[in-house]
């Protein structure tokens, strides 16, 4: 059956499935975190500190790993990502005793480089495997991968809680890096040697973008994932868990789910936003999609102050986020590899995911040490809900400078 499709279609088959099996073990590996060292007693900014690491690495690593990508080929940093994942895995199987916090951060570092190798080199395949003039192509592609990758992180949150349950810490984690080993094996053997290679070597300098509308567009990321980050990383599992009282397995579930209805609708961007009826999103698309989105997290801080019932207010407006958010993350994957250079794409996909990475680290941090200082609870999701509608503002003046299509 796989020997009739073509090349590229083979490679991108290979690139998503590498890209599905990382972001599972990513997934679990964060819920299993945040639920575990909950449980033991530490405090939303102790636990958002966890992953410091975890994102000051990714800011480092898509820099760089753009560069590397362009000279060694992204067969090879994808597979560097798959094996260092492994080895952050089975650096959490020590005794529990071992398991402080530099420990795990330093494990979390590791996890964290190996995750943006991975993204870096699967959204910078997208752009070998798809011929220039088919736009529309690239971007049901890289909606699918984008949407599909998302919906497995989801799962991944569900499958860290019910392992946490059924398995204990580190049973959970002795699994995935089983699993993940596997996958990393195969990924050696069926991987294309020279994807992505450029055919001139850059210089380090050219890790930092030279193109106007890739770093306008890497500055509205940063701030886009900062909003979503700044209350959904920390401060909302502990208010599932500590206010209303849901257990491990509740709070991976829900999460779980809306992880992957955010990932379909992902997945469905392209239809969503027109391409059904032969047009290709622009910056008039992101700018209008971003200003929509910047409504949802103050509606959501309103309902809570009026004290409606919790449990409901954020349910319905997770839902209506990650619905609105998915499609703005959807327009912005397609965006940085069409404004991609050919050659080298990694160098300026690298870039663009470096201020993503770096948003995520901001949002993290205030998630956690907003949510403390604000006293926890409702106020402090609601101090969090504040800062997301402030940086979505940033990001929707940012978006109003993005290059618009010639009709």
């Not at 986020?321 to 959807?330: Q, Y």
Request: hydrophobic letters at 55%; one cysteine or more; charged letters at 10%.
């Amino acid at each position: 059956m796989l020997t009739r499709l073509s090349p590229a279609i083979r490679q991108y088959l290979v690139v998503t499935g590498n890209y599905w099996a990382f972001t599972l073990t990513d997934g679990a590996l964060r819920m299993l975190v945040v639920l575990h060292f909950h449980g033991l007693g530490y405090a939303p900014l102790e636990i958002a500190l966890l992953f410091l690491f975890y994102e000051i690495f990714g800011v480092v690593t898509n820099l760089v790993g753009g560069w590397l990508g362009a000279h060694l080929g992204l067969n090879r940093t994808m597979n560097i990502g798959l094996g260092l994942q492994v080895v952050a895995l089975a650096m959490l199987l020590v005794p529990p005793a071992w398991l402080t916090v530099p420990w795990v951060m330093a494990a979390q570092a590791v996890s964290g480089i190996a995750k943006d190798l991975n993204k870096m080199s699967a959204k910078s395949s997208i752009k070998m495997l798809v011929p220039a003039e088919a736009q529309g192509t690239l971007y049901k592609w890289v909606a699918i991968l984008t949407g599909s990758k998302n919906a497995l992180k989801g799962a991944g949150f569900f499958l860290g809680g019910v392992l946490l349950m059924a398995l204990g810490f580190a049973g959970a984690v002795g699994a995935m890096a089983a699993a993940l080993t596997l996958v990393w094996l195969l990924s050696l053997a069926l991987l294309k040697q020279d994807l992505g290679k450029a055919k001139h070597k850059p210089k380090f300098r050219d890790v930092f973008s030279k193109s106007r509308a890739i770093n306008i567009l890497s500055a509205a990321r940063l701030f886009l994932f900062g909003a979503r980050d700044v209350w959904f990383v920390v401060a909302l599992p502990v208010f599932l868990s500590q206010t209303l009282g849901w257990d491990h397995s509740q709070t991976g579930g829900f999460l779980a789910l809306w992880v992957m209805g955010y990932g379909l609708v992902q997945a469905l961007a392209p239809r969503i936003t027109g391409r059904a009826a032969g047009g290709v999103p622009d910056g008039r698309s992101a700018t209008a999609w971003v200003a929509v989105l910047t409504l949802l997290p103050a509606l959501i801080a309103l309902g809570l102050w009026l004290e409606l019932d919790p449990a409901w207010v954020l349910i319905g407006g997770l839902l209506l986020f990650g619905a609105v958010f998915a499609v703005n993350s959807s327009l912005h994957s397609y965006l940085i590899v069409r404004y991609a250079g050919h050659d080298g794409v990694s160098l300026d996909v690298g870039f663009y995911y470096m201020s993503n990475a770096m948003g995520r680290l901001v949002g993290t941090l205030l998630s956690g040490w907003v949510f403390q200082l604000a006293g926890q609870g409702s106020a402090g999701l609601q101090a969090c809900l504040g800062i997301s509608t402030a940086f979505l503002l940033v990001t929707t003046v940012i978006s109003l400078k993005l290059p618009r299509l010639t009709p």
